[in-house]
Protein backbone atom coordinates (compact mmCIF):
# COMPACT_ATOMS: atom_id res chain seq x y z
CA UNK A 1 0.00 0.00 0.00
CA UNK A 2 1.59 3.52 -0.82
CA UNK A 3 0.84 6.83 1.50
CA UNK A 4 1.27 10.29 0.68
CA UNK A 5 4.78 11.09 2.19
CA UNK A 6 4.45 14.97 2.72
CA UNK A 7 4.29 15.83 6.11
CA UNK A 8 1.13 17.25 7.46
CA UNK A 9 0.83 19.61 10.09
CA UNK A 10 -2.89 18.73 10.77
CA UNK A 11 -1.82 15.29 12.15
CA UNK A 12 0.37 17.09 14.52
CA UNK A 13 -2.21 19.53 16.11
CA UNK A 14 -4.65 16.30 16.27
CA UNK A 15 -1.58 14.49 18.13
CA UNK A 16 -1.39 17.35 20.72
CA UNK A 17 -4.70 17.45 21.27
CA UNK A 18 -5.17 13.34 21.74
CA UNK A 19 -1.72 13.48 24.22
CA UNK A 20 -3.03 16.59 26.20
CA UNK A 21 -6.51 14.13 26.85
CA UNK A 22 -4.24 11.39 27.47
CA UNK A 23 -2.19 13.26 30.02
CA UNK A 24 -5.33 14.74 31.86
CA UNK A 25 -7.14 11.38 31.65
CA UNK A 26 -5.34 8.59 31.51
CA UNK A 27 -7.01 7.09 29.12
CA UNK A 28 -5.29 5.21 26.56
CA UNK A 29 -4.16 7.08 22.98
CA UNK A 30 -5.59 4.08 21.00
CA UNK A 31 -9.08 5.13 22.22
CA UNK A 32 -8.89 8.66 20.73
CA UNK A 33 -6.13 8.23 17.52
CA UNK A 34 -7.35 5.48 15.63
CA UNK A 35 -10.85 7.07 15.29
CA UNK A 36 -9.66 10.26 14.63
CA UNK A 37 -7.83 9.29 11.90
CA UNK A 38 -10.11 6.97 10.07
CA UNK A 39 -13.14 9.38 10.86
CA UNK A 40 -11.59 12.61 10.44
CA UNK A 41 -8.46 11.84 7.63
CA UNK A 42 -9.80 8.65 5.84
CA UNK A 43 -6.97 6.38 6.49
CA UNK A 44 -7.81 2.86 6.12
CA UNK A 45 -8.66 1.15 9.45
CA UNK A 46 -5.81 -1.26 8.52
CA UNK A 47 -3.48 1.76 8.10
CA UNK A 48 -4.65 3.53 11.49
CA UNK A 49 -4.36 0.54 13.74
CA UNK A 50 -0.83 -0.51 12.71
CA UNK A 51 0.51 3.15 12.86
CA UNK A 52 -1.41 3.71 16.09
CA UNK A 53 0.33 0.33 17.58
CA UNK A 54 3.63 1.84 16.72
CA UNK A 55 2.57 5.36 18.35
CA UNK A 56 1.41 3.55 21.22
CA UNK A 57 4.31 1.62 21.91
CA UNK A 58 6.87 4.71 21.85
CA UNK A 59 4.88 6.62 23.99
CA UNK A 60 4.12 4.27 26.38
CA UNK A 61 7.55 3.72 26.71
CA UNK A 62 8.53 6.30 28.89
CA UNK A 63 5.60 5.67 31.16
CA UNK A 64 7.19 2.22 31.88
CA UNK A 65 10.49 3.66 32.90
CA UNK A 66 8.55 5.76 34.96
CA UNK A 67 6.55 3.19 36.89
CA UNK A 68 9.72 0.70 36.80
CA UNK A 69 11.60 3.42 38.65
CA UNK A 70 9.17 4.10 41.56
CA UNK A 71 8.60 -0.05 41.57
CA UNK A 72 5.02 0.00 40.86
CA UNK A 73 5.22 -2.87 38.17
CA UNK A 74 4.22 -6.59 38.96
CA UNK A 75 6.05 -8.67 36.72
CA UNK A 76 4.56 -11.87 37.57
CA UNK A 77 1.20 -10.18 35.89
CA UNK A 78 2.86 -8.96 33.01
CA UNK A 79 4.63 -12.12 32.61
CA UNK A 80 1.33 -14.02 32.25
CA UNK A 81 -0.63 -11.33 30.37
CA UNK A 82 2.62 -11.49 28.07
CA UNK A 83 2.12 -15.79 27.68
CA UNK A 84 -1.70 -14.71 26.38
CA UNK A 85 -1.24 -11.61 24.73
CA UNK A 86 1.98 -12.34 22.63
CA UNK A 87 0.77 -15.65 21.04
CA UNK A 88 -2.92 -13.92 20.21
CA UNK A 89 -1.02 -10.71 18.84
CA UNK A 90 0.98 -13.01 16.56
CA UNK A 91 -2.13 -15.27 15.60
CA UNK A 92 -3.83 -12.08 14.70
CA UNK A 93 -1.17 -10.76 12.42
CA UNK A 94 -0.98 -14.11 10.51
CA UNK A 95 -4.63 -13.48 10.03
CA UNK A 96 -4.37 -10.15 8.69
CA UNK A 97 -1.20 -10.76 6.51
CA UNK A 98 -3.76 -13.75 4.70
CA UNK A 99 -6.69 -11.53 3.87
CA UNK A 100 -7.62 -8.70 1.36
CA UNK A 101 -7.56 -5.89 3.65
CA UNK A 102 -8.23 -3.62 0.38
CA UNK A 103 -11.52 -5.36 0.81
CA UNK A 104 -15.02 -3.36 2.56
CA UNK A 105 -15.20 -6.45 4.61
CA UNK A 106 -12.04 -6.19 6.20
CA UNK A 107 -12.43 -2.72 6.87
CA UNK A 108 -15.71 -2.86 8.11
CA UNK A 109 -14.79 -6.08 10.69
CA UNK A 110 -12.09 -3.59 11.97
CA UNK A 111 -14.48 -0.36 12.27
CA UNK A 112 -17.25 -2.55 14.09
CA UNK A 113 -14.99 -3.85 16.58
CA UNK A 114 -12.90 -0.61 16.82
CA UNK A 115 -16.88 0.74 17.41
CA UNK A 116 -17.64 -1.64 19.84
CA UNK A 117 -14.43 -1.36 21.80
CA UNK A 118 -14.89 2.39 22.24
CA UNK A 119 -18.38 1.57 23.79
CA UNK A 120 -16.82 -0.46 26.16
CA UNK A 121 -13.89 2.09 26.87
CA UNK A 122 -16.65 5.03 27.34
CA UNK A 123 -18.79 2.88 29.87
CA UNK A 124 -15.40 1.98 31.97
CA UNK A 125 -14.71 6.09 32.16
CA UNK A 126 -18.09 6.28 33.13
CA UNK A 127 -19.56 3.16 35.44
CA UNK A 128 -16.16 1.53 36.16
CA UNK A 129 -16.99 1.64 40.25
CA UNK A 130 -20.11 0.40 39.74
CA UNK A 131 -18.84 -2.10 37.10
CA UNK A 132 -15.88 -3.38 39.11
CA UNK A 133 -18.64 -3.71 42.34
CA UNK A 134 -21.03 -5.83 40.36
CA UNK A 135 -18.05 -7.97 39.20
CA UNK A 136 -16.33 -8.16 42.77
CA UNK A 137 -19.86 -9.32 43.76
CA UNK A 138 -19.95 -11.81 41.21
CA UNK A 139 -16.77 -13.54 42.00
CA UNK A 140 -17.47 -13.32 45.72
CA UNK A 141 -20.48 -15.92 44.93
CA UNK A 142 -18.08 -18.00 43.65
CA UNK A 143 -15.66 -18.75 46.75
CA UNK A 144 -12.03 -17.57 46.84
CA UNK A 145 -9.68 -18.06 43.46
CA UNK A 146 -7.06 -20.50 43.75
CA UNK A 147 -3.65 -19.08 42.69
CA UNK A 148 -3.73 -21.37 39.83
CA UNK A 149 -7.06 -20.16 38.44
CA UNK A 150 -5.94 -16.23 39.00
CA UNK A 151 -3.06 -17.46 37.10
CA UNK A 152 -4.79 -19.11 34.51
CA UNK A 153 -7.28 -16.22 34.26
CA UNK A 154 -4.92 -13.49 33.93
CA UNK A 155 -3.11 -15.63 30.89
CA UNK A 156 -6.89 -15.86 28.82
CA UNK A 157 -7.46 -12.05 29.76
CA UNK A 158 -4.00 -11.84 28.10
CA UNK A 159 -5.14 -13.79 25.19
CA UNK A 160 -8.32 -11.40 24.90
CA UNK A 161 -5.87 -8.40 25.45
CA UNK A 162 -3.58 -9.65 22.12
CA UNK A 163 -6.48 -10.46 19.73
CA UNK A 164 -8.20 -7.33 20.25
CA UNK A 165 -5.36 -4.39 20.79
CA UNK A 166 -3.62 -5.93 17.41
CA UNK A 167 -6.80 -5.91 15.87
CA UNK A 168 -8.43 -2.50 16.77
CA UNK A 169 -5.47 -0.75 19.13
CA UNK A 170 -8.08 -0.11 21.97
CA UNK A 171 -9.22 -2.55 24.91
CA UNK A 172 -5.54 -2.85 27.05
CA UNK A 173 -6.98 0.00 29.50
CA UNK A 174 -10.47 0.11 29.75
CA UNK A 175 -10.79 -3.55 29.83
CA UNK A 176 -7.65 -5.16 31.33
CA UNK A 177 -7.21 -2.68 34.43
CA UNK A 178 -10.86 -3.42 35.19
CA UNK A 179 -10.50 -7.40 34.88
CA UNK A 180 -6.92 -6.97 36.85
CA UNK A 181 -8.57 -5.05 39.53
CA UNK A 182 -11.13 -7.69 40.15
CA UNK A 183 -8.49 -11.21 39.96
CA UNK A 184 -5.74 -9.08 41.88
CA UNK A 185 -8.02 -7.32 44.70
CA UNK A 186 -5.26 -7.10 47.38
CA UNK A 187 -2.77 -5.25 45.08
CA UNK A 188 -2.04 -1.73 44.97
CA UNK A 189 -3.95 0.30 42.02
CA UNK A 190 -1.28 1.94 41.00
CA UNK A 191 0.52 -1.32 41.19
CA UNK A 192 -2.04 -2.57 38.68
CA UNK A 193 -2.02 0.30 36.46
CA UNK A 194 1.71 0.14 36.33
CA UNK A 195 1.79 -3.36 35.00
CA UNK A 196 -0.78 -2.57 32.62
CA UNK A 197 1.28 -0.22 30.83
CA UNK A 198 4.25 -2.30 30.75
CA UNK A 199 2.73 -5.08 29.80
CA UNK A 200 1.13 -3.24 26.65
CA UNK A 201 4.37 -1.75 25.31
CA UNK A 202 5.91 -5.00 24.16
CA UNK A 203 2.48 -5.71 22.60
CA UNK A 204 1.47 -2.47 21.17
CA UNK A 205 5.53 -2.83 19.38
CA UNK A 206 4.77 -6.54 18.29
CA UNK A 207 1.94 -5.46 16.66
CA UNK A 208 3.36 -2.39 15.41
CA UNK A 209 6.22 -3.93 13.37
CA UNK A 210 3.71 -6.59 12.08
CA UNK A 211 1.40 -4.20 10.49
CA UNK A 212 5.09 -2.62 9.23
CA UNK A 213 5.83 -6.33 7.92
CA UNK A 214 2.74 -6.36 5.87
CA UNK A 215 2.54 -2.72 4.84
CA UNK A 216 0.26 -1.05 6.57
CA UNK A 217 2.42 1.70 8.53
CA UNK A 218 2.56 5.02 7.54
CA UNK A 219 5.61 6.75 8.71
CA UNK A 220 5.39 10.54 7.81
CA UNK A 221 2.13 10.37 9.37
CA UNK A 222 3.39 8.61 12.47
CA UNK A 223 6.19 11.08 13.09
CA UNK A 224 3.92 14.02 12.63
CA UNK A 225 1.60 12.76 15.50
CA UNK A 226 4.47 11.82 17.87
CA UNK A 227 5.54 15.60 17.14
CA UNK A 228 2.60 16.90 18.31
CA UNK A 229 1.22 13.97 20.51
CA UNK A 230 4.38 14.03 23.43
CA UNK A 231 4.40 17.70 23.85
CA UNK A 232 0.47 17.16 24.54
CA UNK A 233 1.07 14.45 27.19
CA UNK A 234 3.40 17.01 28.54
CA UNK A 235 1.21 19.97 29.09
CA UNK A 236 -1.74 17.58 29.59
CA UNK A 237 -0.33 16.08 32.56
CA UNK A 238 0.55 19.82 34.26
CA UNK A 239 -3.21 20.76 33.90
CA UNK A 240 -4.60 17.56 35.21
CA UNK A 241 -4.24 18.75 38.84
CA UNK A 242 -6.13 22.28 37.64
CA UNK A 243 -9.35 20.24 36.07
CA UNK A 244 -12.38 18.94 37.25
CA UNK A 245 -11.36 15.42 35.92
CA UNK A 246 -14.88 13.56 36.59
CA UNK A 247 -16.28 16.38 34.22
CA UNK A 248 -13.48 15.94 31.47
CA UNK A 249 -14.21 11.95 31.74
CA UNK A 250 -18.20 12.41 31.10
CA UNK A 251 -16.92 14.55 28.17
CA UNK A 252 -14.54 12.39 26.55
CA UNK A 253 -16.91 9.48 27.23
CA UNK A 254 -20.15 10.90 25.68
CA UNK A 255 -17.31 11.83 22.80
CA UNK A 256 -16.19 8.47 22.67
CA UNK A 257 -20.00 7.19 22.37
CA UNK A 258 -20.77 9.44 19.70
CA UNK A 259 -17.75 8.04 17.57
CA UNK A 260 -18.08 4.62 18.55
CA UNK A 261 -21.89 5.14 17.11
CA UNK A 262 -20.72 6.64 14.08
CA UNK A 263 -18.19 3.88 13.25
CA UNK A 264 -20.86 1.04 14.33
CA UNK A 265 -23.43 2.33 11.91
CA UNK A 266 -21.50 4.69 9.20
Known sequence: MSFPTTFQP???FSGFFVGMLVGITGVGGGS??????????????????????????????AGTAVHGMHGRVNWRVVGLLASGSVPAALA??????????????????????LGCLLLLTALMLLC???????????????????????????LVLGLVLGTLVTMTSVGAG??????????YPNLDVR???????????????????????IGEINWTMLFALLLGSI?????????????????IRIVLAVTLMIVALKLIFP
Open 10 to 12: LYS
Open 128 to 154: RGQVLNAMRKWRGERGVLTPRAIALLT
Open 92 to 113: MLWLMAGVNRESPEVAHAITLS
Open 231 to 247: PGIVAGSLLAPRLHERL
Open 174 to 183: ALGVTVLLVL
Open 32 to 61: LMTPLLVLLFGVHPATAVGTDLLYAAITKT
Open 191 to 213: EIVGSDIVHAVPLTLIGGMGYWF
